[in-house]
């Protein structure tokens, strides 16, 4: 008898979306004053690398030059939902009315989908799009 092994499959504990930014000071200043995330931690001299968090969602800052972000920025013209994450919030209204009284540019304002949720999306600094979404109810 040979031992294959454990018979059920790891299970995937978290993802971290990688954003591309210009600036890692002024991205986490960004996320931490305007959507409430706190900085985990922020690496490298000058920083190339930070990852914000807030309750179980986190975001990976990753420094890249100008002419990566223009290309980024040309190639989201074609596809203007060109999303960089996705997180769930148990009440999308009230993080909506948190975001908009902290100033957040709006790419998309809270509304009902057809699938059955509320979504909005926020833009940053750098025109990344981030979709927030909550149940419908």
Known sequence: MTD???????ILINATPQLFVSDIVASCDFFTR????????????PPFYAQVIRDGASLALRHVDRPVLEKLAEAMKTDVDMLAGSISVDDVQAL?????AA????????RAEAWGARTFIVRDPDGNLLLFAGSAD
């Open 103 to 110: 100033g957040a540019a709006f790419h998309q304002d809270l």
């Open 4 to 10: 294959d092994g454990p018979t059920s499959k790891p």
């Open 34 to 45: 305007v959507l409430g995330f706190g900085v985990e931690f922020v690496y490298g001299e």
């Open 96 to 100: 909506y009315r948190e975001f908009q």
